[in-house]
């Protein structure tokens, strides 16, 4: 082995002893070694690469496509909050209601119609309207409803069906009164059902049917007037707080004795009028504090 | 071509294996390039913060060379705003018992010769005589690191080896 080929295989840490020995006999081998060593101290200043890192971690921005996973998710939790949200939205139920002396029409998802008179609540649902027309009704409504599948008013008192057609439903405390004005109208109570011609009206008042007659085409209250016939004076007084703002006491007369007749939602004084002069009672007004008193 | 298991080195643990693995080779490198005067340990850190950056583009596999690229870039663009000339720090002597002063002398004669002539040797034959004789690293691992055949370093650093001592023979 030649001097050049030992030299390089010290250079590379690669002696075996043999060569080991051959190396050491050179003639320059303290030469060698001496330059060597030398060069040791030359070695780069220490480096440590836990500590460098300590140092550079925390400018590392974070990688957010590490998570990728979890941002999925979050998008994903993001887009089902969304839709629930969404069809719990159009799920729900649809409510109008009325405050004292208002009045309101109601197009309902088909071609019907509901006139809400003063103080009433309607509810219905837009969802499933194509397979069921059904109302909740609270209050006082005149309904035209668009031939089709069924329609039904739901009250607490009775529910009304019909098919296509006009009519009046109310109910208040005690007072269940449907008027049927065009078509024909089914009025399940307690389990019985009546079908209503036009111009046949049905009433159930503090517990007594009634199967009354309608000469009108379209119920008073939608030209702004409350028609009543052989209905309590309570009723009566109801229906005028209905659609003014005033406090009635009524303790001085008999709420009980009937009355025929018709007062308006436009003026108080004549509305009290209309109700107090056929039955000889008279009324003070203070603020909108009425006294009823006999005369 | 079968898939790389680790895609890129966003994963905190791969980066990290990869800066425990490569970070002092780097700075080495960059150390016996280019001298003490640049910071190497400031480029290694720089390296290292691109190669996190680039993560998503650079697969575990290609990072050493993409460290050595981009470390040696920022050198060099800090070489061309100033040229300094290249100086190995002196580390101190490890057993200087009962030496002679003229002994002393001697060896600091010899240490200024040697320091005259590694400055003199070409970037290529420094880097791997150095990383032979100072990191004790064999010719296989230094070629690995500078993605060099063996017989490449071989000639490299026997080349620096000569071409040393007929300098100090000279100086």
């Known amino acids: 082995m030649n001097r050049e080929e030992l030299i390089k295989k010290w250079l590379d840490h690669n002696l075996n002893p043999d060569e080991q020995k051959a190396f050491e006999g050179l003639e320059d081998y303290k030469d060698l070694i001496r330059l060597s060593e030398s060069v040791?101290?030359?070695?780069?200043?220490?480096f440590d690469s836990e500590e460098v890192y300590a140092e550079i971690k925390s400018s590392l921005k974070p990688k957010t496509t590490k998570n990728w996973i979890r941002s999925l998710l979050r998008v994903a939790a993001a887009l089902i909050i969304g839709f629930s949200l969404f069809y719990y939205n159009s799920t729900l139920d649809t409510q109008i209601e009325t405050s004292i002396a208002q009045e309101t029409t109601v197009s309902l998802p088909d071609a019907s119609t509901v006139a809400l008179n003063a103080q009433s609540t309607l509810t219905y649902n837009k969802k499933s309207w194509s397979d069921k027309r059904e109302v909740l009704l609270n209050g006082e409504a005149f309904f035209k409803v668009a031939k089709g599948s069924k329609f039904d008013v739901i009250t607490t008192?009775?529910?009304?069906?019909?098919?296509g057609t006009q009519f009046n439903v109310v109910q208040h405390d005690n007072y269940f009164e449907v008027t049927c004005f065009e078509g024909l109208v089914a009025v399940s109570y307690n389990s019985e059902?009546?079908?209503?011609?036009?111009?046949?009206?049905f009433a159930i008042i503090d517990g007594v049917i009634k199967n009354?007659?309608?000469?009108?085409?379209?119920?008073?209250?939608l030209h702004s007037e409350s028609s009543f016939k052989n209905r309590s004076l309570k009723h009566v007084l109801s229906e005028l707080k209905r659609h003014y703002d005033v406090t009635i006491d009524a303790s001085k007369i008999d709420v009980e004795e009937l009355f025929t007749g018709t007062f308006t939602h436009k003026n108080l004084d004549l509305a009290l009028q209309s109700i107090t002069s056929p039955l000889g009672i008279a009324y003070t007004k203070s603020n909108s504090v009425i006294v009823l008193k006999s005369e | 071509m079968p898939k790389a298991i680790h895609e890129n080195s966003c994963q905190e643990h791969l980066y990290s294996a990869?800066?425990?693995?490569?970070?002092?080779?780097?700075?080495?490198?960059?150390?016996?390039?280019?001298?003490?005067?640049?910071?190497?340990k400031d480029k290694v850190q720089d390296a290292f913060i691109k190669l996190w950056d680039n993560c998503k583009k650079v697969p575990p596999e290609k990072a050493k060379s993409f460290l050595f690229t981009t470390a040696n870039n920022l050198m060099l663009n800090a070489v061309a705003h100033q040229k300094v000339v290249l100086k190995h720090h002196k580390n101190p002597r490890k057993n200087s018992?009962?030496?002679?002063?003229?002994?002393?002398?001697?060896?600091?004669?010899?240490?200024?010769?040697?320091?005259?002539?590694?400055?003199?040797?070409?970037?290529?034959?420094?880097?791997?005589?150095l990383m032979n004789?100072?990191?004790?690293?064999?010719?296989?691992?230094?070629?690995?690191?500078?993605?060099?055949?063996?017989?490449?370093?071989?000639?490299?650093?026997?080349?620096?080896?000569?071409?040393?001592?007929?300098?100090?023979?000279?100086?």
Not at chain 1, 193 to 201: C, D, E, H, M
Not at chain 2, 18 to 31: A, E, T
Not at chain 2, 104 to 112: H, N, R, W
Not at chain 2, 152 to 168: H, M, Q, S
């Open chain 1, 40 to 46: 040791e101290d030359f070695k780069s200043p220490n």
């Open chain 1, 157 to 163: 008192d009775g529910k009304v069906s019909v098919l």
């Open chain 1, 193 to 201: 059902s009546i079908k209503l011609k036009p111009g046949n009206r």
């Open chain 1, 212 to 221: 009354e007659l309608e000469s009108l085409q379209k119920p008073s209250w």
């Open chain 2, 18 to 40: 990869l800066f425990r693995k490569h970070s002092k080779n780097l700075h080495d490198f960059l150390y016996y390039k280019f001298g003490s005067h640049l910071n190497p």
């Open chain 2, 97 to 129: 018992t009962n030496e002679s002063p003229e002994f002393i002398l001697e060896e600091k004669q010899y240490s200024e010769k040697l320091q005259k002539a590694l400055e003199n040797l070409t970037e290529a034959q420094r880097v791997a005589f």
């Open chain 2, 133 to 171: 004789r100072a990191e004790g690293k064999r010719f296989k691992e230094i070629a690995e690191l500078l993605d060099i055949s063996v017989k490449a370093v071989e000639k490299r650093i026997y080349g620096a080896l000569k071409k040393l001592r007929e300098n100090i023979d000279e100086l």
